[in-house]
Protein backbone atom coordinates (compact mmCIF):
# COMPACT_ATOMS: atom_id res chain seq x y z
CA UNK A 1 0.00 0.00 0.00
CA UNK A 2 1.35 3.30 -0.77
CA UNK A 3 3.12 5.74 2.16
CA UNK A 4 5.19 9.00 1.50
CA UNK A 5 8.74 8.54 3.53
CA UNK A 6 10.67 11.73 3.51
CA UNK A 7 14.72 11.62 3.59
CA UNK A 8 17.27 13.99 4.38
CA UNK A 9 20.72 12.29 3.23
CA UNK A 10 24.08 13.63 3.40
CA UNK A 11 27.22 11.61 1.16
CA UNK A 12 30.97 12.34 2.00
CA UNK A 13 33.45 11.39 -0.54
CA UNK A 14 36.04 9.66 1.88
CA UNK A 15 38.84 8.92 -0.86
CA UNK A 16 38.80 9.40 -4.85
CA UNK A 17 36.64 6.41 -5.44
CA UNK A 18 34.81 5.84 -2.12
CA UNK A 19 32.19 7.65 -0.56
CA UNK A 20 29.09 6.69 2.31
CA UNK A 21 26.32 8.52 3.84
CA UNK A 22 23.68 8.47 6.11
CA UNK A 23 20.16 9.42 5.72
CA UNK A 24 16.99 10.40 8.26
CA UNK A 25 13.68 9.38 7.22
CA UNK A 26 10.79 10.08 8.96
CA UNK A 27 10.64 6.19 9.60
CA UNK A 28 14.36 5.28 10.54
CA UNK A 29 17.78 5.75 9.53
CA UNK A 30 20.07 4.43 6.49
CA UNK A 31 23.81 4.44 6.24
CA UNK A 32 25.39 3.76 2.65
CA UNK A 33 28.69 3.41 1.20
CA UNK A 34 29.43 3.06 -2.00
CA UNK A 35 33.13 1.90 -4.26
CA UNK A 36 33.32 2.86 -7.85
CA UNK A 37 35.14 -0.01 -9.82
CA UNK A 38 35.02 1.55 -13.42
CA UNK A 39 35.46 5.27 -14.22
CA UNK A 40 35.27 6.91 -17.10
CA UNK A 41 37.25 10.00 -15.96
CA UNK A 42 40.54 10.94 -17.54
CA UNK A 43 40.84 7.98 -20.16
CA UNK A 44 41.28 8.47 -23.46
CA UNK A 45 38.70 6.04 -24.33
CA UNK A 46 36.25 6.16 -21.37
CA UNK A 47 33.53 3.17 -21.18
CA UNK A 48 30.37 3.63 -22.00
CA UNK A 49 29.62 3.66 -18.10
CA UNK A 50 30.91 4.00 -14.23
CA UNK A 51 30.48 0.89 -12.24
CA UNK A 52 30.01 1.18 -8.69
CA UNK A 53 29.04 -1.51 -5.73
CA UNK A 54 27.40 -0.52 -2.45
CA UNK A 55 26.09 -1.44 0.75
CA UNK A 56 23.16 -0.19 2.16
CA UNK A 57 22.04 -0.94 5.41
CA UNK A 58 18.34 0.69 6.71
CA UNK A 59 16.27 0.28 9.95
CA UNK A 60 12.85 1.31 9.83
CA UNK A 61 9.86 1.42 12.63
CA UNK A 62 6.51 2.20 11.08
CA UNK A 63 2.77 1.23 11.40
CA UNK A 64 1.37 -1.01 8.27
CA UNK A 65 -1.35 1.07 6.54
CA UNK A 66 -3.17 -1.73 4.93
CA UNK A 67 -3.66 -4.77 5.77
CA UNK A 68 -5.11 -7.76 3.82
CA UNK A 69 -8.26 -8.88 5.57
CA UNK A 70 -7.35 -12.64 5.62
CA UNK A 71 -5.05 -11.43 8.49
CA UNK A 72 -6.56 -8.21 10.30
CA UNK A 73 -9.80 -11.00 11.38
CA UNK A 74 -7.28 -12.86 13.00
CA UNK A 75 -4.01 -10.38 13.99
CA UNK A 76 -3.95 -6.97 15.33
CA UNK A 77 0.13 -6.03 14.81
CA UNK A 78 0.85 -3.59 17.33
CA UNK A 79 4.77 -2.85 15.99
CA UNK A 80 6.58 -3.48 13.32
CA UNK A 81 10.48 -3.09 12.73
CA UNK A 82 12.41 -3.97 9.73
CA UNK A 83 16.17 -3.91 9.28
CA UNK A 84 17.38 -4.08 5.52
CA UNK A 85 20.72 -5.16 4.03
CA UNK A 86 20.99 -3.84 0.60
CA UNK A 87 23.87 -4.35 -1.87
CA UNK A 88 23.13 -2.47 -5.37
CA UNK A 89 25.55 -2.82 -8.68
CA UNK A 90 24.90 0.10 -10.24
CA UNK A 91 26.06 1.74 -13.94
CA UNK A 92 25.76 5.17 -14.19
CA UNK A 93 26.80 8.01 -17.15
CA UNK A 94 27.42 11.42 -16.82
CA UNK A 95 25.32 14.04 -18.46
CA UNK A 96 28.02 16.82 -18.83
CA UNK A 97 27.32 19.71 -15.99
CA UNK A 98 23.43 18.67 -16.46
CA UNK A 99 23.20 15.58 -14.59
CA UNK A 100 23.73 12.08 -14.60
CA UNK A 101 21.42 8.92 -15.08
CA UNK A 102 22.17 5.23 -13.23
CA UNK A 103 20.34 1.98 -13.12
CA UNK A 104 21.09 -1.37 -12.11
CA UNK A 105 20.27 -4.88 -9.73
CA UNK A 106 20.07 -5.18 -6.44
CA UNK A 107 20.08 -7.52 -3.42
CA UNK A 108 18.25 -6.72 -0.37
CA UNK A 109 18.06 -9.13 3.09
CA UNK A 110 15.14 -8.34 5.31
CA UNK A 111 15.07 -9.06 9.10
CA UNK A 112 11.52 -8.67 9.87
CA UNK A 113 10.52 -8.13 13.70
CA UNK A 114 7.22 -7.68 15.08
CA UNK A 115 4.63 -7.78 18.26
CA UNK A 116 1.17 -8.47 17.30
CA UNK A 117 -2.20 -9.78 19.26
CA UNK A 118 -3.43 -13.36 18.05
CA UNK A 119 -7.50 -12.61 18.39
CA UNK A 120 -9.28 -14.93 19.96
CA UNK A 121 -12.15 -12.63 19.96
CA UNK A 122 -12.23 -8.58 18.94
CA UNK A 123 -11.36 -8.09 22.85
CA UNK A 124 -9.66 -11.84 23.59
CA UNK A 125 -6.27 -12.50 22.29
CA UNK A 126 -2.69 -13.38 22.81
CA UNK A 127 0.28 -11.14 22.45
CA UNK A 128 3.00 -12.36 20.44
CA UNK A 129 6.58 -11.25 18.86
CA UNK A 130 7.82 -12.76 16.29
CA UNK A 131 10.96 -12.27 14.01
CA UNK A 132 11.45 -13.55 9.96
CA UNK A 133 13.90 -12.88 7.30
CA UNK A 134 12.97 -12.85 3.44
CA UNK A 135 15.09 -12.15 0.56
CA UNK A 136 14.57 -9.62 -2.59
CA UNK A 137 15.87 -9.26 -5.76
CA UNK A 138 15.26 -6.26 -7.86
CA UNK A 139 16.29 -2.78 -9.20
CA UNK A 140 16.36 0.95 -9.84
CA UNK A 141 16.57 3.31 -12.36
CA UNK A 142 16.55 7.04 -11.95
CA UNK A 143 18.17 10.27 -13.28
CA UNK A 144 19.44 13.49 -11.59
CA UNK A 145 18.72 16.43 -13.76
CA UNK A 146 19.71 20.07 -12.99
CA UNK A 147 22.99 22.58 -14.03
CA UNK A 148 26.10 22.22 -12.20
CA UNK A 149 25.57 21.90 -8.49
CA UNK A 150 21.80 21.67 -7.74
CA UNK A 151 19.61 18.70 -9.51
CA UNK A 152 16.16 17.05 -9.31
CA UNK A 153 16.18 13.30 -9.00
CA UNK A 154 13.66 10.75 -10.16
CA UNK A 155 14.05 7.00 -9.39
CA UNK A 156 12.16 3.98 -9.68
CA UNK A 157 13.07 0.79 -7.53
CA UNK A 158 10.68 -2.45 -8.11
CA UNK A 159 12.13 -5.43 -5.50
CA UNK A 160 10.45 -8.95 -5.69
CA UNK A 161 10.43 -10.25 -2.09
CA UNK A 162 9.89 -13.55 -1.11
CA UNK A 163 8.15 -14.36 2.48
CA UNK A 164 6.83 -17.08 3.78
CA UNK A 165 6.13 -16.77 7.28
CA UNK A 166 4.35 -19.18 9.60
CA UNK A 167 1.56 -17.12 11.00
CA UNK A 168 -0.79 -19.11 14.00
CA UNK A 169 1.15 -22.25 12.81
CA UNK A 170 0.42 -22.20 9.21
CA UNK A 171 2.87 -21.11 6.75
CA UNK A 172 1.16 -17.81 4.38
CA UNK A 173 2.38 -16.66 1.18
CA UNK A 174 3.33 -13.12 1.78
CA UNK A 175 5.07 -12.74 -1.37
CA UNK A 176 5.08 -9.96 -3.90
CA UNK A 177 6.74 -6.89 -5.48
CA UNK A 178 7.20 -3.09 -4.35
CA UNK A 179 7.35 0.06 -6.23
CA UNK A 180 9.01 2.77 -4.60
CA UNK A 181 9.23 5.69 -6.27
CA UNK A 182 11.53 8.64 -5.14
CA UNK A 183 11.60 12.53 -5.89
CA UNK A 184 14.17 14.51 -4.35
CA UNK A 185 16.96 17.51 -4.48
CA UNK A 186 21.14 16.51 -5.09
CA UNK A 187 23.26 19.45 -3.80
CA UNK A 188 26.71 18.74 -4.95
CA UNK A 189 29.57 20.40 -3.51
CA UNK A 190 32.16 19.85 -6.19
CA UNK A 191 32.28 20.32 -10.04
CA UNK A 192 30.60 17.44 -11.83
CA UNK A 193 32.42 14.81 -13.74
CA UNK A 194 32.21 15.55 -17.74
Not at 79 to 97: A, K, M, Q
Not at 107 to 124: G, R
Amino acid sequence: SPMPITELGLRYGIRQHWDAGLSYTSSGFRFETKVQLVDRVGRAAPPPFDVSIGLQAMRQTFKIPLIPSVIKSVLDIKDFERTDLIVPLLCSRPLGNFGYVYGGPRVVYTFLQAEFLEKVTDAVGQRTTTAENMLGLGGSLGAALGYKYVFVALELNVVHFTFTPTLLGTEVDLSGTDYYPALGFVIAFHEPAK
